[in-house]
Antibody, heavy 112, light 108 residues
Framework: EVQLQESGPGLVKPSQSLSLTCSVT????????WGWIRKFPGNKMEWMGY???????SYNPSLKSRISITRDTSKNQFFLQLNSVTTEDTATYYC??????WGQGVMVTVSS | DIQVTQSPSSLLASLGERVTITCQTS??????LNWYQQKPGQAPMLLIY???SLQTGMPSRFSGQYSGRSFTLTITSLEPEDIANYFC??????????FGGGTKLELK
């Protein structure tokens, strides 16, 4: 069974970087596409980007200057870094397979 | 980017009623669309993938269809546990993925 689990700090200060890890079990990240999604207060969902089986990436144009998605295939993990965060980045962050399960999500608050 | 218009944004339905939710994409995406169910405080659950395939373990009262750029999720007979938010996600090829705006399904 494929399972995904997000981890990372729940509180980030404005202007700093948000870094999250998605740990995948039961399936290799060298297959398929793996994405980061966030859900804002008020329930709007936003796709942030993905990393493919080959390591190529695609990002939401609205985030392109601030976002980086990388991976460690030896640990079967992929990562999200979002730079220069503001309070507008307060959301629940999910990792997911293109077709398949999502993680449980991690709530991240941006506040001083 | 491919835009996805989901309707309705909210829906009141009675138990046993047939429920239909639609997503319309701005460009052809073949069948590259998933449907999800999300209940408060829980992660989204995959219901339908590649437009018509029922995820393992999901009840057979859920089904998906598509024609061209129009995609539908149908619940044939609404059960109490189906009260949730539903949304679609297009994931066409190497293009950016985009979500529908979501549908809040409530009991009438």
């Amino acid at each position: 069974e494929v399972q995904l689990q997000e981890s990372g700090p729940g509180l980030v200060k404005p202007s700093q970087s948000l870094s999250l890890t998605c740990s995948v079990t039961g399936y290799s990240i060298t297959s398929n596409y793996w994405g980061w999604i966030r859900k804002f207060p008020g329930n709007k969902m936003e796709w942030m980007g993905y990393i493919s089986y080959s390591g190529s990436t695609s990002y939401n144009p609205s985030l392109k200057s601030r976002i980086s998605i990388t991976r460690d295939t030896s640990k079967n993990q992929f990562f999200l870094q979002l730079n220069s965060v503001t309070t507008e980045d307060t959301a629940t962050y999910y990792c997911a397979r293109r077709v398949g399960p999502w993680g449980q999500g991690v709530m991240v608050t941006v506040s001083s | 980017d491919i835009q996805v218009t989901q309707s309705p944004s909210s829906l009141l339905a009675s138990l046993g009623e047939r429920v239909t939710i639609t997503c319309q994409t701005s460009q052809s995406i073949s069948n590259n669309l998933n449907w999800y169910q999300q209940k408060p405080g829980q992660a989204p659950m995959l219901l339908i993938y590649y437009a018509t395939s029922l995820q393992t373990g999901m009840p057979s009262r859920f089904s998906g269809q598509y024609s061209g750029r129009s995609f539908t999720l149908t619940i044939t007979s609404l059960e109490p546990e189906d009260i949730a938010n539903y949304f679609c996600l297009q994931h066409y090829s190497a293009r950016p993925w985009t979500f529908g705006g979501g549908t809040k399904l409530e009991l009438k």
